[in-house]
């Protein structure tokens, strides 16, 4: 016979149940490809780089989100400068400096919001353990647009309770006050007493070590590391559990009752 051990589930969007890498090449190919333009996989490389760099100081409050979503292009046009490592690629810095900077980043967000490509058919897992009677959640960084919109089209929105995302919670990923939030707004709505949720029946899901893993710790929570591919004796101390397939979160939600100490 067994039993549940948690009964919450807060889930990772990106590089968890969805594959970001795969939508941010086509959401800039598409992108670029509006303005008469096309990448390889070099402008896309220097891209993905200067993407995730933004994100991790956005993660150490190094930058601003304003800065973020803007300087990531200002910064990846800089690269097309002639002598620049991007230079000769095709696509002449004067035509990129024609283009207004928010704007390209307008259409790279709608494009984004736009695609999905699901993560080892996340969505029948979700599925399934809502019918089992888990209470699921999205605790995800991004734009609250674009995320709404590509968990509306991936189906998400249906099984999950709740979308936590940090533009509209406020704070990103790891600070501790992005999961008190979602930690509050959970308990006033499903505790006994509507005002706090136990924390030892919750698990948070997810791809990052710095934002997912880092912040379920500081925030006191059991902690999933889904690392695809990786061996189980890598798991990190800090985290509670290691997964390097998503279904096997299932062998940790359930527990057998002679294995409860």
Same mark, same amino acid.
């Given at each position: 016979?067994?039993?549940?051990?948690?009964?919450?589930?807060?889930? !990772?969007?990106?590089? +968890?149940?969805?594959?970001?890498?795969? /939508?941010?090449?086509?959401?800039?190919?598409?992108?670029?490809?509006?303005?008469?333009? =096309?990448?390889? #996989?070099?402008?896309?490389?220097?891209?993905?780089?200067?993407?995730?760099?933004? @994100?991790?100081?956005?993660?150490?409050?190094?930058?601003?989100?304003?800065?973020?979503? +803007?300087?990531?292009?200002?910064?990846?046009?800089?690269?097309?400068?002639?002598?620049?490592?991007?230079?000769?690629?095709?696509?002449?810095?004067? +035509?990129?400096?024609?283009?207004?900077?928010?704007?390209?980043?307008?259409?790279?967000?709608?494009?984004?919001?736009?695609?999905?490509?699901?993560?080892? #058919?996340?969505? /029948?897992?979700?599925?399934?353990?809502?019918?089992?009677?888990?209470?699921?959640?999205?605790?995800?960084?991004?734009?609250?647009?674009?995320?709404?919109?590509?968990?509306?089209?991936?189906?998400?929105?249906?099984?999950?309770?709740?979308? *936590?995302? /940090?533009?509209?919670?406020?704070?990103?990923?790891? !600070?501790?006050? *992005?999961?008190?939030?979602?930690l509050r707004e959970i308990g006033q709505k499903y505790s006994c007493d509507n005002t706090e949720v136990d924390k030892t029946r919750i698990l948070v899901v997810g791809d990052s070590m710095t934002s997912d893993?880092?912040?379920?710790?500081?925030?006191?929570? #059991?902690?999933? @590391?889904?690392?695809?591919?990786?061996?189980?004796?890598?798991?990190?101390?800090?985290?509670? @559990?290691?997964?390097?397939?998503? @279904? !096997?979160?299932? !062998?940790?939600?359930? =527990?057998?009752?002679?294995?409860?100490?």
């Open positions: 016979m067994r039993e549940r051990r948690y009964d919450i589930i807060l889930w !990772d969007v990106d590089g +968890t149940l969805l594959d970001f890498h795969r /939508s941010e090449r086509w959401a800039l190919e598409e992108v670029f490809r509006f303005y008469g333009m =096309q990448i390889d #996989d070099a402008i896309y490389k220097a891209f993905y780089e200067i993407n995730l760099d933004y @994100w991790k100081r956005l993660e150490r409050r190094e930058v601003t989100r304003a800065e973020l979503l +803007t300087g990531r292009f200002t910064d990846l046009f800089e690269l097309f400068r002639e002598g620049g490592p991007l230079s000769g690629k095709g696509i002449g810095y004067e +035509t990129l400096a024609g283009i207004e900077v928010d704007e390209f980043r307008l259409c790279y967000q709608k494009n984004l919001g736009d695609v999905y490509f699901y993560l080892d #058919d996340s969505l /029948s897992l979700c599925k399934k353990l809502k019918e089992e009677g888990f209470l699921q959640f999205v605790v995800s960084n991004g734009l609250e647009q674009v995320q709404k919109n590509k968990l509306h089209l991936a189906g998400f929105d249906a099984v999950m309770e709740a979308l *936590f995302i /940090s533009e509209a919670v406020g704070y990103d990923k790891p !600070d501790v006050r *992005f999961f008190e939030h979602c893993m880092k912040g379920a710790q500081n925030a006191g929570l #059991d902690r999933c @590391w889904f690392a695809p591919g990786a061996a189980q004796e890598e798991k990190p101390e800090n985290v509670t @559990w290691m997964i390097s397939r998503l @279904w !096997d979160v299932e !062998d940790i939600l359930w =527990q057998n009752q002679k294995d409860k100490s």
